[in-house]
């Protein structure tokens, strides 16, 4: 990942909010056009009458397309003889709201396409369905040969269904297991509910357009709405009636309450984008300006709102970096100018992340802030080294200890008596210019220097590094993993299998040495 640059704290002009440097959004380049074609009432042209085309018929039946599918009847196959018995599915039955399927107990020909929005087929032989996609493309239809991607001028990707929200994977046909596997995902994100609540969304919509006005006043409803769709349960009459009830609010009164800006403080977790989570990667989608760490990753930032502005404020130890006050300014500037302000904080905003600072200049504004948990660093450390940090055997306590003051050394009020017990986990976070004096003060203290202890740099991340070993070695263990990089440090007995296993490999790479 590349450098990015740190913020020197500068005079702004009137109307400029930060000095700070934004990083631009850019579109890559697309294998194809995602884009949504409504067939209700429209002609489709199909071939075929293999499983694979009644996988494509049921999909354009339900998009309300008036399906004419060309095959001879003794080439049908069990799955479309399903799908042609299901009550509906004949025009002279047929629910309004779906699509419908015509019969016709012939083989396709060329004079099938006229008035055709779209054209599909289900082919043996290739070249049968070039000769298809030939006839098609020459009476100006799109068309789609199953499993010939060379004939397909588009095709049919994994679906989400929460109609009407509907959501398309494509892989442009190289991977149609991966979509599925991506369909998946996104099931486990978007409630059933969704739908019902995209159905209200619709009704409100006209009054939403009509009584309020664009930018501030619209997103402050529509992101107030959104937060409640995505619940597991239905909207009912309430829900609406209090939807209805915020657009009137919103159009009596000036920018105030849930039109005004607003403040998120989110945990972004350890690194990786998946240990997000689903509450802030919605606050993240939904933010106008995004202040991130310095240990923020790339991955994470992908998941934001494209249009959403992103400063870098980070503030690492030992160099020169944005001070907390220019944060805070920047944040309440973001905020009274209307902005959903995302502070974006590696772990959780609530562990060593000056949280409290942060949340008492907001509430001084009386700018409304929200906090969204993360995973915090010593959860990552856990499970990378496949730990409990809190065995029973092992661990009664587990704490939580800042590596470093605001003088730059270990804080002076720690009690090193307390932190020197044999029955307890403790992880200092930002510990590793220290680890030499920690190590000192707890054999000091009373602490074996034989206390297993577990280092690690970049948790969850691809260039993550760690190592065990004991306490009378952590100054030489974090020397090797680089005292630059932002460390973090476990002492304990819950360690002690990380530390054998360190100690073995060291003899094996001794015995190695020695015999070569």
Same mark, same amino acid.
């Given at each position: 990942m590349a450098e990015r640059p740190h913020i020197e704290p500068v005079?702004?002009?009137?109307?400029?909010?930060?000095?700070?440097?934004?990083?631009?959004?850019?579109?890559?380049? $697309?294998?194809?056009?995602?884009?949504?074609?409504?067939?209700?009432?429209?002609?489709?042209?199909?071939?075929?009458?293999?499983?694979?085309?009644?996988?494509?018929?049921?999909?354009?039946?339900?998009?309300?397309a008036r399906i004419d599918l060309y095959t001879p009847a003794d080439e049908i196959d069990?799955?479309?003889?399903?799908?042609?018995?299901?009550p509906g599915s004949n025009p002279d039955e047929a629910d309004a709201?779906?699509?419908?399927?015509?019969?016709?107990?012939?083989?396709?020909?060329?004079?099938?396409?006229?008035?055709?929005?779209?054209?599909?087929?289900?082919?043996?032989?290739?070249?049968?369905?070039?000769?298809?996609?030939?006839?098609?493309?020459?009476a100006g239809v799109p068309v789609n040969v199953v499993d010939k991607p060379a004939f397909c001028d588009f095709n049919f990707g994994s679906i989400v269904n929460r109609s009407p929200v509907v959501v398309g994977i494509s892989t442009d046909g190289a991977a149609p297991i991966v979509g599925q596997a991506i369909r998946r995902r996104i099931e486990t994100l978007l409630p059933p509910a969704l739908a019902g609540w995209a159905q209200l969304a619709a009704r409100l919509r006209g009054a939403a357009m009509e009584k309020l006005a664009p930018g501030p006043l619209r997103r402050a409803f529509w992101e107030r709405f959104a937060d409640a769709a995505f619940t597991p349960r239905d909207p009912g009459p309430i829900d609406e009636a209090t939807a209805n009830r915020l657009i009137e609010e919103l159009a009596r009164g000036p920018l105030s309450g849930e039109a005004a800006g607003r403040v998120t403080l989110v945990g972004a977790g350890p690194g990786e984008a998946e240990l997000l989570t689903l509450k802030a990667v919605?606050? $993240?989608?939904?933010?106008?300006?995004?202040?991130f760490d310095d240990l923020i990753s790339d991955a994470v930032l992908e998941l934001a709102r494209r249009e959403a502005r992103r400063f870098l404020v980070g503030k690492r130890a030992a160099r020169d970096s944005c001070r907390q006050e220019d944060i805070n300014r920047m944040m309440v500037a973001f905020a009274k100018a209307g902005k959903h302000v995302v502070r974006l904080k590696s772990g959780d905003v609530s562990v060593f992340g000056r949280a409290g600072e942060e949340i008492a200049a907001l509430a001084q504004e009386n700018i409304p802030v929200a906090i969204v948990p993360g995973i915090t660093a010593a959860s990552a450390l856990a499970a990378s080294f496949g730990v409990s940090l809190t065995h029973r055997?092992?661990?009664?306590? $587990?704490?939580?200890?800042?590596?470093?003051?605001?003088?730059?050394?270990?804080?002076?009020?720690?009690?090193?008596?307390a932190l020197a017990d044999d029955h307890v986990t403790t992880v200092f976070y930002m510990g590793g210019r220290m680890a030499g004096r920690i190590a000192e003060q707890l054999i000091a203290h009373g602490l074996s220097p034989q206390t297993p202890v577990a280092v690690a740099a970049n948790l969850s991340r691809d260039d993550e590094t760690r190592g065990a070993g004991t306490l009378a070695g952590l100054a030489a263990l974090v020397g090797?993993?680089?005292?630059?990089?932002?460390?973090?440090?476990?002492?304990?007995?819950?360690?002690?299998?990380?530390?054998?296993?360190?100690?073995?490999?060291t003899e094996d790479a001794v015995a190695a040495a020695e015999a070569s």
């Open positions: 005079e702004t002009p009137a109307g400029d909010l930060t000095g700070a440097p934004e990083r631009p959004a850019r579109m890559g380049p $697309l294998a194809s056009l995602p884009v949504f074609f409504g067939l209700s009432g429209r002609r489709v042209v199909m071939a075929g009458g293999g499983p694979g085309a009644a996988w494509k018929a049921e999909l354009l039946r339900a998009a309300g069990p799955e479309m003889a399903e799908l042609l018995a299901i709201s779906i699509g419908t399927i015509v019969h016709h107990d012939r083989p396709w020909s060329i004079d099938i396409f006229d008035h055709a929005a779209l054209a599909v087929a289900d082919t043996e032989s290739a070249q049968e369905g070039q000769a298809f996609a030939c006839a098609a493309r020459a919605r606050a $993240l989608q939904s933010a106008d300006v995004i202040l055997d092992r661990a009664q306590q $587990l704490r939580f200890v800042t590596g470093h003051s605001r003088k730059g050394g270990l804080p002076d009020d720690l009690d090193w008596a090797e993993i680089g005292y630059e990089r932002p460390i973090l440090i476990g002492v304990g007995r819950v360690f002690a299998e990380a530390a054998a296993a360190a100690e073995h490999l």
